[in-house]
């Protein structure tokens, strides 16, 4: 069955270090997004793709960045960890702009 | 201010049913969903209503939409304690697939 899958699930750095989360999708799907989770602001975009090659800051897209250099992968990199970005990050897919979006399981990270 | 608003918390008991409630103000969305998240799991696709119909039902779930007061309401009938979980308003900005959600709903079953 095609599915999106993250990795890791769970993951505790250090303030100042990079880290990078995956996102793999095997549905072959054009659009794919990153969100983060936090207590009171439910989810909220921080980067998203419609193809290769194609990336685009979301609302809360300071200290991250994407890559896209295939269809399956979207990567998610914390240029230098901090305590601000503790918090459960959310891997999405979708077919197109009006089809459903498929998540992931999601990755906690702890910053400390 | 957020786009999308929800209450934070709803508790009822086993058998009644639930009524979620949410507020958007974007009236150009086209698709409004609503998501269900249970502990440490990702999020659920539950059901959605495209932005030109006033409800749409599937099976215990019944949504309405109210474009006039851009409400949107999740009625779960015979709630039982599987459907206890967070449960998310999101509306799609236009055709781009970016989706804007509320704070989500805490749905507590009591037996």
């Known amino acids: 069955d095609a599915e999106i899958t993250q990795s890791p699930r769970h993951k505790i750095t250090e303030t100042g270090r990079q880290v990078t989360l995956a996102c793999h999708q095997t549905?072959?799907?054009?659009?794919m997004f990153w969100y983060r989770q936090d207590l009171g602001h439910g989810l909220r975009l921080i980067h998203y793709?419609?193809?290769?090659?194609?990336?685009n800051k979301g609302e809360v897209s300071d200290g991250y960045s994407v890559s896209r250099s295939n269809t399956e992968d979207l990567p998610l990199t914390l240029e230098s960890a901090a305590s601000s970005q503790t918090s459960v990050y959310f891997c999405?897919?979708?077919?197109?702009?009006?089809?459903?979006?498929?998540f992931g399981q999601g990755t906690r990270l702890t910053v400390v | 201010g957020e786009d999308v608003e929800q209450s934070l918390f709803l508790s009822v008991r086993e058998g009644d049913s639930s009524v979620i409630n949410c507020t958007y103000t974007?009236?150009?969305?086209?698709?409004l969903y609503w998501y269900k998240q249970e502990p440490g799991a990702g999020l659920q696709l539950l059901t959605y209503?495209?932005?030109?119909?006033d409800m749409k039902q599937d099976q215990r779930l019944t949504v309405l939409l109210n474009k006039k007061d851009k409400h949107l309401s999740l009625r779960i009938a015979d709630t039982q304690t599987g459907d206890s979980a967070i449960y998310f308003c999101?509306?799609?900005?236009?055709?781009?697939?970016?989706?804007?959600f509320g704070q989500g709903t805490t749905l507590q079953v009591k037996p």
């Open positions: 999405a897919s979708s077919a197109d702009g009006n089809t459903e979006a498929f």
């Open positions: 549905w072959n799907h054009n659009n």
């Open positions: 793709s419609y193809g290769v090659q194609d990336t």
């Open positions: 974007d009236s150009s969305s086209t698709y």
């Open positions: 209503i495209f932005s030109n119909m």
């Open positions: 999101a509306e799609s900005k236009g055709n781009t697939g970016k989706l804007i």
